[in-house]
């Protein structure tokens, strides 16, 4: 036998046994000329082949069942992540910023959504279900098992209104049910553990469960259509926080998922009326868990809101036993039972404040009082050379105009603040374009009526006000725009041409507020003069106004300063501007598309 020399390199044994085979016989096959054994002899002892079955064997050697398995089905989330990590780091190294522009393009992202599609089995069209072959008497029957642990089960049931059967009422996204892929919505629970629950209530079945060890049994009659669970993509930040602890109507305190106002969340699920599927942003639990949806959360605060006020005779017979009945669930606890209801919807009455310059428009039309409780949002990047324009919010005599002019001092040439338009003749020493734009009475009021103002009023018979245009003027020089215009005006303010981000100046408490401003002698903003300084009733009414703005606009806010210190407000001012600028922030959503 002739042995043929390997190279010191990876040949595949399997190639190399054929090679010392057809060697070994190669005076066996005739017909076979020495070209033609030459050639199939070099090609079997290549590197090219021989790396090509390596690689061949190692992928047959990872996949179980001769099926493929992603890696991880949130690639998406990964970019954006990376994304977070590059923003702050694009100035640093051109390597950094390349990557940063490249896992922005579409087509980079139209990949990674369709792989994460596909990693999640979210992707059309659907084929249809193969009939069973069963007789039309029988029942086809699916006998389940799951491994009780720590974890809820992850699905909710409840007594069907038709036939009194339990049934699967919902399925939590990423839990133990979920992952099983073996139940589904709308299954019918047969028994549990070999005892039968015909005739018991959902709680019933939770009791049994709750007295189970080891490996739980459901044998089920599957639903007639089974629909996959789709995850959905839906970012919101919430204006409340939640404590599923204490929320006596969620079907399932376990399954339930705590947030705080400000939090970003992850809508998985919105296919339940009055129950929300949840993750926080960034959480790596693959369980969502329940919150609830916007039209139960609308209807609970405007209950709420009846009850404290008394707006009506009727406000003393309501209560929250109205709200939507929560279903049954498969966790330790079992859930209260209550009657349901259908969501609706309300206008309340604004409080009316003091008049003051500026608020020529307010009334109950204009500054209503809003319900929020999720918005929608996505992230914004920073955009170079161009700016959010920043709108600092708050009570007259907060100190506003100060943090404005100490950061427009640091930079004049960064920093501009559009100039007002007024009805008034000039002073002297003023320069029209500079302090003001002088214009007539009737220009300002043709202006006003096409909707050019986003701010105006009327001080001792001559009209005042901030264009629309201006704003946008100085944002599109690459300029920072710095306002702090009257508080309605963050309705006309907040628009996707704009995105403006808007931090409130915000009193401390009393005591502090007099204190600092007595300490620092500053000048009451309520007295025309300017000459002296503030009385206890004029704090009393800064305070007043800072409760009234954050109850009617708290959920537009970006961040909140407390002004308790000046020098130290303004130190959180121009690092919150920094921040502004050099990361991605959560906007409404419609501002990005």
């Not at 096959?29 to 050639?39: A, K, L, M, R």
């Not at 209530?201 to 049994?208: A, E, G, R, S, Y």
């Not at 039209?295 to 008394?310: C, S, T």
Request: proline share 6%.
């Amino acid at each position: 036998m002739t042995a043929v020399v390997m190279e010191n390199i990876s040949y595949d044994p399997a190639l190399t046994k054929l090679l010392n085979s057809l060697e070994e016989h190669k005076s066996d096959i005739p017909s076979c000329t020495d070209e033609e054994f030459g050639f199939l002899s070099e090609l079997l002892k290549s590197k090219e082949l021989n790396a090509l079955v390596n690689v061949h064997n190692k992928i047959l050697a990872n996949i179980k069942d001769d099926k493929f398995f992603p890696v991880l089905s949130n690639s998406m989330e990964i970019d954006v992540d990376v994304l977070d990590m590059l923003a702050s780091k694009t100035h640093k190294s051109e390597e950094c910023k390349e990557l940063f522009y490249l896992l922005q393009k579409p087509h980079i992202q139209g990949l990674l959504c369709t792989h994460d599609s596909v990693a999640q089995k979210d992707y059309y069209p659907r084929l249809s279900e193969i009939p069973l072959e069963v007789d039309e008497d029988e029942e086809t029957v699916k006998i389940v098992q799951l491994v009780k642990s720590d974890e809820p089960l992850g699905a909710t049931i409840k007594t069907c209104e038709i036939t009194g059967k339990i049934i699967i009422a919902r399925i939590m996204h990423g839990g133990a049910a979920d992952r099983s892929g073996l139940i589904h919505v709308g299954d019918e629970v047969v028994e549990v553990n070999g005892i039968s629950v015909e005739g018991k209530t959902p709680n019933d079945v939770l009791k049994i469960l709750q007295n189970s060890e080891g490996t739980i049994t459901f044998k089920i009659i599957p639903a007639d259509s089974k629909s996959g669970i789709r995850e959905s993509k839906v970012r919101v930040r919430a204006h409340f926080s939640y404590k599923a602890a204490e929320d006596p109507y969620i079907p399932c305190k376990e399954a339930g998922l705590d947030f705080n106002n400000g939090d970003v969340l992850h809508i998985v699920s919105q296919d339940d009326a009055y129950w929300w599927q949840a993750r926080r942003e960034g959480d790596r639990n693959m369980r969502a868990g329940l919150i609830p949806s916007r039209a139960l959360q609308e209807r609970r605060i405007i209950l709420e809101r009846q009850q404290n006020d008394k707006t009506d005779d009727n406000a003393d017979s309501m209560s929250l036993c109205s709200v939507p009945v929560p279903l049954p669930s498969l966790c330790p606890r079992p859930s209260t039972s209550s009657s349901h209801g259908s969501p609706t919807k309300c206008n309340l009455n604004s409080i009316k404040t003091k008049k003051i310059m500026y608020d020529a428009t307010e009334n109950d039309d204009f500054d209503r009082e809003e319900i929020p409780t999720y918005e929608e949002v996505a992230k914004l990047y920073p955009r170079p050379g161009l700016y959010r324009p920043i709108v600092l919010i708050g009570p007259p005599g907060v100190g506003r105009n100060e943090l404005k002019r100490r950061l427009m001092a640091t930079d004049p040439n960064k920093f501009k603040t559009p100039v007002p338009y007024t009805s008034r003749p000039p002073r002297p020493g003023e320069i029209d374009g500079k302090e003001y734009h002088f214009v007539t009475r009737e220009k300002i009021d043709e202006d006003i009526e096409a909707g050019k103002f986003i701010e105006y009023g009327e001080y001792k018979g001559n009209l005042y006000g901030t264009s629309g245009e201006s704003v946008n003027s100085l944002i599109d020089s690459g300029f920072v725009c710095i306002l702090n215009p009257h508080y309605q005006a963050l309705k006309m303010l907040r628009t996707p041409q704009s995105k403006p981000y808007v931090i409130y100046i915000k009193p401390p408490r009393f005591e502090i507020l007099k204190e600092t401003r007595n300490e620092y002698r500053a000048r009451s903003t309520f007295d025309e003069s300017n000459s002296r300084g503030f009385t206890d009733d004029e704090f009393n009414e800064i305070l007043h106004s800072a409760a009234r703005i954050e109850f009617l606009y708290s959920h537009l806010f970006d961040q909140v300063i407390i002004n308790a210190d000046l020098s130290m407000a303004f130190e959180q001012l121009v690092s919150e501007i920094l921040r502004i600028e050099s990361e991605p922030l959560w906007v409404p959503a419609s501002w990005v598309q």
